[in-house]
């Protein structure tokens, strides 16, 4: 699926890879990618890839670590 203007919105693809782990009230911009076993903290604003396998919380999010 391309990406889609409806109007004044532009519709994108956002993927969670398997495994990622998304807290409750996280915002994710849109045409965004979870990595594999990524987790994303609760309330995060989402605006950038997520690698997989870290960890990002904030607002913006920000990278924390890695999930060893």
């Known amino acids: 699926m391309a990406d889609t203007l409806v109007g004044t919105w532009k519709l994108e693809r956002t993927t ?15 045409g965004i990618t979870i990595g594999e076993g990524a987790m994303v903290g609760v309330g995060a604003l989402v605006r950038h890839d997520v690698p997989p396998g870290a960890k990002v919380a904030g607002v913006p999010a920000r990278l924390l670590g890695s999930r060893s």
């Not at 969670?16 to 782990?21: E, F, L, M, P, R």
């Open 16 to 30: 969670i890879k398997q495994g990622a782990s998304i807290g409750s009230g996280a915002i994710i911009f849109g």
